[in-house]
């Protein structure tokens, strides 16, 4: 029956004619507000028919074969990613949209740098959820595809929303997401591995959510009651506030430089999560940059965009976020987390092209450019950090527009001192979609950062506008003695347009995901 017809005693909002199929036997009664996520492969061949999966086979059987007559008709152009809806094809349920996970059997790409199957389950979990959800269904069960943790994310990530300061009727309606596992033999496994991959979106989603939080309801006071709170009563996790006095008496003029032009008092927030079956020798420190809005200072930014300058402060939620999974996950590690809060503002106390500040491990600093000031802060918590005697030492942060330039959204630059431990990092990003990709760490970008007029090292190179996301890192190994360190550039990550399917527009909360999957990983390889 034609997409356009009229649906009697059930109002479809916002109908999408490439993606709605209206059923002739379509029931008006007994409305559930109920809806199923089905998989289907690509066919084999060019003209074929699609590829039940194994959870849809099982529903086409117990709908008398309606699923699998109905896919013959309106499935000829549905491509990977794509998803039809059907009304009244299985009992119980209002509505199934049915989903193209792709070719069956994908695997790691190697061209991409990541497991093909698994990227193709969130992308189609997504398409179906939000379709699902546009026409109003409030709870959905989703067929875990083959990998129910890849399922879960694709699902959870695609439902979130940013709205809450809206009016109440302009809110997105909350889904329920459930997974459909009674009928799968291994229902006990593939519940795990939702929960998995439910905890993993929730901690991104975390990262999402403040990352999008407007500068004035989230100031760095702001930002550590947001984690109490969230962290409250979490028996594993410990969280330290130091306040503009403790700073002060950790010699970390770097960071008090930064925060200076800024009526809003600094912190710098130590979280300490440790498991009582802890496996690691010694502990992750994870170090997240924490300005929390940038505007550059007295360099000040261009105003056209300088409202995305909230999600400065990337790196501290995707921190944070991580943290959050790994709690909720239970798992047996030790992590460290600092994280240096302040505003970069244009202050009449502000910081002034040409300063020179003294960092915590006695290194002067030339600041030449104030909006250059996330490598500032971190100078001092990179220092700190170093005294946990942590094994790695990761920092996170919404550092240069240069990755960006370099990169795209593609990955998060990352350089490593260590390619073991890149490795590791390297096959998360492949595990989880989330990719990353290795820099240099040349001396050839150390020179440009220490031949320097006033003091020890300068806060931009000699050349800015050449390698600038190089030059920055180059930076921060100067305060960093720690063997195993990774510096992750995240700023052409920072949001989503419409590359990355399963997240809507806005900020990305990357790598949130990939984080946790190292902490696992490098748990497991010791």
Known sequence: MAASMKVIGRKIHKPVLSTICQHSRFSTHNILNKGAVLGVYQAKEKDGDLILDKSTQFFDDKSSKKISGLLKVVSRDLKKGGCRVLYDVVPGYESVALCCIGEKGASFNEAEGFDEGSENIRAAVASGVKTLRSIGETEVDVDPCGNAEAAAEGGYLSLFEYDELKDKTKRKKAVKLSCLVDHITASSSAKKSWTRGRIKAEGQNWARHLMEMPSNKLTPALFVEAVQQKFANRSNVTIHVRDKSWIQSE????????????????????????????????????????????????????????????????????????????????????????????????????????????????????????????????????????????????????????????????????????????????????????????????????????????????????????????????????????????????????????????????????????????????????
């Not at 390297?426 to 440009?448: C, E, S």
């Not at 090292?457 to 100067?478: D, M, Y």
Request: proline share 4%; net charge negative.
């Open 251 to 526: 010699k970390m003029e770097a960071f008090l430089a930064v925060s200076q032009g800024s009526s809003e008092a600094p912190y710098f927030l130590h979280i300490e999560y440790k498991h009582p079956d802890n496996k690691m020798s010694s502990p992750v420190a994870v170090v997240g940059k924490g300005v929390t809005f940038d505007t550059g200072g007295i360099s000040i930014k261009p105003a056209a965009s300088m409202d995305q300058m909230r999600a400065d402060m990337g790196g501290a939620a995707c921190t944070v976020g991580t943290l959050y999974s790994v709690d909720r996950l239970d798992l047996p590690v030790h992590v460290h987390a600092f994280i240096p809060l302040c505003e970069n503002m244009p202050g009449g106390r502000a910081i002034k092209p040409g300063d020179v500040v003294t960092a915590r491990n006695g290194k002067t600093i030339q600041i030449d450019n104030t909006d250059a000031e996330g490598r500032l802060i971190l100078a001092d918590a990179l220092n700190y950090a170093e005294t946990v005697n942590p094994q790695v030492i990761l920092d996170m942060a919404t550092l240069t527009g240069a990755i960006d330039v370099a990169l795209g959204s593609g990955a998060a630059g990352v350089y490593a001192t260590s390619t073991d431990t890149w490795n590791i990092l390297q096959k998360a990003g492949a595990n989880t979609g989330d990719r990353v990709w290795r820099m240099p760490l040349f001396n050839h970008y150390t020179k440009q950062v220490t031949d320097c007029k006033l003091a020890d090292v300068n806060n931009i190179g000699k050349h800015s506008r050449s390698g600038g996301s190089c030059t920055a890192a180059a930076f921060l190994k100067e305060f960093v003695t720690n063997k195993n360190w990774m510096h992750l550039d995240i700023a052409g990550v920072m949001s989503n347009k419409d590359e990355v399917p399963y997240l809507n527009s806005g900020m990305a909360g990357r790598p949130t995901r990939t984080i946790v999957e190292f902490i696992e990983m490098l748990s497991k390889a010791e």
